[in-house]
């Protein structure tokens, strides 16, 4: 007995990296997530009129883009799963569509010059095997980011799988198929060569992050004004990160469906009205408003990060993710903006001491994640996203209707209040928020017997993935049963 138990000690605390084997299991669940699962109906409008793009761009069209797809939306191109109104237009920016319609360029080419009517299952598999070769290239660079922080490439390599296998990542962006995976990598680009001290390849990279989406701004601003305290400087370095969203604006500014879009849009899904719906009442006689909580957290933050004269890494990855845990709180997200919250967290489980709490609280918080959306987007974001996948629609394979065991299984539970997961999810952010701040104190003052409390546990890195995992376990048993 005492030798099993020795063994699985010696197996779980770790003195080394990942093993190459554990990398492989990390891609593979990877390589499973993307071609079992998709949500079709946004992924298959993307995809096409990323198409489009590729048609506008060798038809000289590129600059009224989306003047074109407003007239594919309202002639009903679109119209077996998207109503022939603008919300079947384009609502991403144009470098989106460029990227996916770069991706898919060799087979467009030939599917054009040869009239072969390719199947979009064909343009799904490559974007989605896109979408696997940037999740394991991004593991690569927080390796890179680890090692040019620490000389212990065995924290870097942990911190690298425990991105690889982020359950957050796998089920908002590679099982979802949203496009904020290039976001996420060009931010993490944009950190490994502010690492390096390349300042100029750093706001290269956050200006083509905040292109391709504009919220992960809210996560680059904390990181500028912590490192950077003369104004003009700060300035400088704030236009040229903006620059890719100032220059497509300025472009397209030209084309009218561009601006229709965008007015359809933020009237019909109110993104900036969703900055204002958790706040407190400001009164005064006829001006009646909402004060923001998260707006005065994202200023208390952004104050703290300007006031600290000292960069200290742990501070770089601290404070954006203090600011994504707000977001999180306060703010009505959509699932796939969850990606944002993993860089930061991921990134400062090389600084933190208390790696298995930490562990647990990014289990439960991903297994809230998933139950929130499947809630909150119910028959979309849920189960039935496996008939969408490459692999099922390949071999036939379609969650069984009746939903039997689903049904079962929903019978032998009590009546939960839905409002205990929402609330469950704020109190797991406020959790993981105060073991970073604890961590980033505790570093200050004892920075070496910090670094001496700081243990891996190959338990805790892998039971994380249980959420993900568990998620796509049950979709195919549903298939089944």
């Not at 074109?68 to 609502?91: C, D, F, M, R, V």
């Not at 019909?268 to 006829?286: D, E, L, Q, S």
């Not at 703290?304 to 994504?324: G, H, Q, S, T």
């Not at 001496?452 to 890195?461: F, I």
């Amino acid at each position: 007995m005492q030798k099993i138990k020795k063994y699985f000690n010696d197996f779980n605390h770790v003195t080394a990296g990942p093993c190459r084997a554990e990398y492989i299991v990390g891609a593979l669940i990877v390589i499973a997530a993307a071609f079992m699962f998709c949500f079709t109906k946004d992924f298959k409008l993307t995809v096409t009129q990323s198409l489009d793009f590729n048609d506008c761009l060798f038809h000289g069209k590129l600059f009224r883009y989306y003047s074109e797809i407003n007239e594919l939306a309202l002639s009903g191109h679109y119209s077996k799963a998207w109503p022939q109104t603008l919300l079947a237009g384009a609502n991403y920016s144009i470098i989106n569509y460029a990227t996916v319609g770069l991706i898919c360029l060799p087979v467009y080419i030939f599917d054009r010059l040869f009239d072969l009517s390719v199947s979009v299952l064909v343009y799904e598999a490559i974007v989605k095997a896109a979408f696997a070769a940037i999740m394991i290239y991004m593991s690569k660079i927080v390796f890179d980011i680890g090692k040019i922080l620490k000389s212990d490439e065995k924290d870097a390599g942990w911190t690298a799988l425990c991105f690889l296998t982020s359950p957050v990542f796998l089920f908002a962006s590679i099982i979802i198929s949203h496009l904020d995976i290039f976001s996420i990598l060009f931010l993490l680009l944009g950190i490994k060569y502010m690492a390096k001290g390349n300042h100029w390849l750093e706001l290269l990279f956050f200006m083509l992050a905040a292109s391709y989406k504009p919220f992960v701004l809210l996560g680059i601003i904390p990181i500028l004004l912590l490192r950077e305290k003369r104004i003009l400087y700060l300035l400088r370095d704030a236009v040229a990160v903006m620059f890719g969203i100032l220059l497509q604006n300025v472009v397209y500014s030209f084309d009218p469906g561009y601006q229709e879009t965008q007015k359809f849009m933020s009237e019909t899904y109110g993104f900036i009205g969703r900055f204002f719906g958790v706040g407190f009442a400001f009164k005064r006689n006829c001006y009646d408003s909402t004060v923001s909580y998260f707006i005065v957290a994202f200023v208390l933050i952004c104050t703290a990060a300007y006031m600290i004269r000292k960069v200290r890494w742990e501070l770089v990855f601290a404070l954006p993710f203090m600011v994504m845990g707000a977001f999180v709180m306060f703010v009505q997200w959509h699932p796939n903006w969850m990606v944002l919250v993993v860089p930061f967290g991921t990134l400062m489980l090389l600084y933190t001491c208390n790696i298995r709490i930490t562990c647990i609280f990014e289990c439960l918080f991903s297994l809230l994640i998933i139950l929130v959306t499947a809630l909150g987007w119910l028959h979309n974001y849920d189960v039935r996203m496996l008939n969408g996948g490459v692999i099922p629609k390949l071999l036939g394979l379609e969650i069984n209707k009746n939903y039997m065991i689903h049904k079962v299984l929903l019978r032998k539970f009590p009546d939960i209040p839905i409002d205990i997961y929402s609330s469950l999810l704020c109190g797991v952010v406020l959790g993981m928020i105060g073991v970073f701040a604890y961590d980033c104190i505790k570093r200050k003052n004892m920075c070496e017997a910090a670094e001496k409390m700081r243990k891996w546990e190959r338990y805790a890195v892998w039971c994380r993935v249980l959420p993900a995992i568990g998620f796509m376990a049950y979709s195919l048993l549903i298939c089944f049963l």
